[in-house]
């Protein structure tokens, strides 16, 4: 599985954005999709997952009410919709699929990454 985040960039406190990340390359379903983030000098998190179907999602508490997953099957893309954004939303953002049908929305559940997009808030 291939995939491309996009859609990040420099915007105030309070402002939305919307990311997107394209999959190519797979056949069949995938297992689901995850949404993670990297700060400056911190660990990647989790911020967003979600089984390919949708019908289970998980939200960090940082970003809970605030980001949503949906998805447009005809495009093979997944989007992160990113509301009322902060200053602590700051980092590079990642789509990221599982290796297994099973997982937890953490780094190490996923094996197949895509290039970072960053997205900066201003506040």
């Known amino acids: 599985v291939q995939l491309q985040a996009s859609g990040g960039g420099l915007v105030q406190a309070g402002a939305s954005l919307r990311l997107s990340c394209a999959l190519s390359g797979f056949t069949g379903n995938y297992y689901g999709i995850g949404w993670f983030r990297q700060a400056p000098g911190k660990e990647r998190e989790g911020v967003a997952c979600s089984t390919s179907s949708g019908g289970a999602q998980k939200y960090s508490d940082s970003v809970k009410g605030r980001f949503t997953i949906s998805r447009d099957n005809t495009k093979n893309t997944v989007y992160l919709q990113m509301n009322n954004l902060r200053p602590e939303d700051t980092g590079t953002y990642y789509c990221?699929?599982?290796?297994?049908?099973?997982?937890?929305?953490?780094?190490?559940?996923?094996?197949?990454w895509g290039k970072g997009t960053q997205v900066t808030v201003s506040s």
């Open positions: 990221a699929t599982p290796r297994r049908s099973y997982f937890r929305c953490e780094q190490q559940d996923f094996n197949s």
